[in-house]
């Protein structure tokens, strides 16, 4: 069974530009929540999808947008790219939410923003 | 309220040691708590999870001792062996919540 992919695994932009990451959950999964990590904040919650519905969002300015497509994959997008917005972005899949099952991480996309 | 507080930072243990890395939190309608393990360059992985109605779980030499009415919890790992050197996070989550507050992480190194 094929793992969560992300899209790209690295990217480089400068500050203004905008990016969008692409995350494939695992077959059969409903529920994409993307994670950002740092070296000081760690891990913080961004948003979670369950059937292309937003369900949540984590307390991100607007800039960090996200959605889902009919056959659970999802993208998210950041604009106005900022020197702080460097981080690993993580997409997380699993079959209804985190609360009754387990998380499956993918390997991150990686942002540099210059 | 919403936070996790996770303790010590960095922890380094001989081989056969017993690391203990312990969490705290504050708000009460959590009752979902997993431990996630990750290596460099890879994703978080599920290591266990508690709900509040056990006191202890043990999954192979991994362990979660929970303390619900000090809001604690702690992941210990017996027979430590350098494989397990990586970065500990735990994390907790509401019944009806569809997010995982996460800790700071641990970085655990074995030494052998």
């Known amino acids: 069974k094929a793992g969560v992919t992300q899209t790209p695994r690295y990217l480089i932009k400068t500050r203004g530009q905008q990016v969008t990451l692409s995350c494939s959950p695992i077959?059969?999964?409903?529920?994409v929540s993307w994670y950002q990590q740092t070296p000081g904040q760690g891990l913080q919650f961004l948003f979670e999808?369950?059937?292309?519905?937003?369900?949540n969002k984590g307390n991100f300015p607007g800039r960090f947008s996200g959605r889902q497509f009919s056959n659970s994959r999802s993208e998210m997008n950041v604009s106005t790219l900022e020197l702080g917005d460097s981080a690993l972005y993580l997409c997380?899949?699993?079959?209804?939410?985190?609360?009754?099952?387990?998380?499956?991480f993918g390997e991150g996309s990686r942002l540099t923003v210059l | 309220q919403q936070q996790v507080k996770q303790s010590p930072q960095s922890l380094i243990v001989q081989k056969g040691g017993i690391p203990i890395i312990n969490c705290a939190y504050e708000?009460?309608?959590?009752?979902?708590f997993p431990w996630y393990q990750q290596f460099p360059g890879k994703g978080p992985a599920l290591l266990i999870a508690?709900?509040?109605?056990?006191s202890e779980k043990k999954e192979g030499r991994f362990t979660i001792s929970f303390n619900k009415s000090a809001k604690q919890f702690s992941l210990h790992i017996m027979d430590s062996q350098p494989g397990d050197s990586a970065t500990y996070f735990c994390?907790?989550?509401?019944?009806?919540?569809?997010?995982?507050?996460f800790g700071k992480g641990t970085t655990l190194s074995v030494s052998s």
């Open positions: 508690i709900r509040p109605d056990v």
């Open positions: 708000n009460t309608a959590f009752d979902y």
């Open positions: 999808y369950f059937s292309e519905t937003q369900r």
């Open positions: 997380a899949s699993s079959f209804t939410g985190v609360n009754t099952g387990e998380l499956f």
């Open positions: 077959s059969g999964h409903r529920s």
């Open positions: 994390a907790a989550s509401t019944q009806a919540g569809t997010a995982l507050i």
